[in-house]
């Protein structure tokens, strides 16, 4: 990546609204599918989650994904460093018990993004403190996408978190057309529906749905 398409894509950290994480267990079109139709319709972020696929498959997928992206949306690799290095995607999203934020900095340099999955306010304050560019906040509701996932922590928390942190907040966990704007109204920056999306056969028509409800309820 050279300076002036970091500067593009760490100012569209700023513009993120609907996130789209890939899902090939869920997905009803497949992984690239889900990603094309999504920054198709004006996705601004994309995250590789992948755990069933061979290292060499994971790196054959990222490099057609980095592809699909180019500058039109930011692309991270969910916990694999090594993979999001081997196609120099534009950065990583981990969890608590994957690498330190501070090993991940260091092997990934300054200009990466990295977001961290936190639980709550105090997660978030440290997670901005260690350098996270934007944290995943979450579940927000009930999911059985994550298997160890844990409770909802409730719409309500967002607000607590965003008063906390300068950082862009994700939310992610259980999120719906049923529920999405309580998420966006108590703050959230912008929301990650895996299950309501990639499960669909229509991830242009649901990923239009999100942005724009988003759009909207950021601007209300
Ligand atoms: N991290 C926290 S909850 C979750 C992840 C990856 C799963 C979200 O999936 P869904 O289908 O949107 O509930
Ligand atoms: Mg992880």
Do not use: W
């Given at each position: 990546?050279?300076?002036n ?5 760490s ?6 609204d ?30 590789y ?7 060499k ?12 992206c ?6 991270l690799?969910?916990?694999r ?6 196609v ?30 936190v ?54 966990g ?5 529920n ?9 920056d912008?929301l ?17 749905y ?7 309820n950021?601007?209300?």
């Amino acid at each position: 990546m050279n300076q002036n398409d970091f500067n593009l894509k760490s100012s569209l950290l700023n513009e993120i609204d609907f996130y789209l994480v890939t899902d090939s267990g869920l997905s009803k079109n497949g992984t690239l599918s889900d990603v094309r139709e999504a920054v198709e319709s004006g996705c601004k972020i994309v995250q590789y989650r992948e755990k069933d696929k061979s290292t060499k498959e994971m790196v054959e997928e990222a490099s057609e994904i980095k592809r699909i992206c180019s500058t039109r949306a930011i692309f991270l690799v969910n916990d694999r460093i090594d993979v999001a290095l081997a196609v120099d995607a534009d950065g990583v999203h981990i969890g608590q018990d994957d690498m330190p934020i501070e090993t991940a900095r260091k092997l990934l340099g300054e200009d990466k993004i990295i977001g961290l999955s936190v639980n709550g306010r105090e997660e978030a304050v440290l997670a901005e403190k260690q350098g996270a560019d934007y944290i995943g906040l979450g579940p927000i509701f009930d999911t059985a996408t994550k298997k160890d996932a844990g409770d909802g922590i409730g719409p309500l928390k967002i607000r607590e978190v965003k008063d906390a942190v300068k950082i862009p907040v994700v939310a992610i966990g259980g999120i719906n057309k049923g529920n999405c704007e309580s998420v966006i109204q108590n703050g959230a920056d912008s929301l990650v529906a895996i299950s309501a999306v990639v499960c669909s056969d229509d991830v242009k028509r649901e990923t239009e749905y999100f942005i724009d409800m988003v759009r909207k309820n950021k601007k209300a």
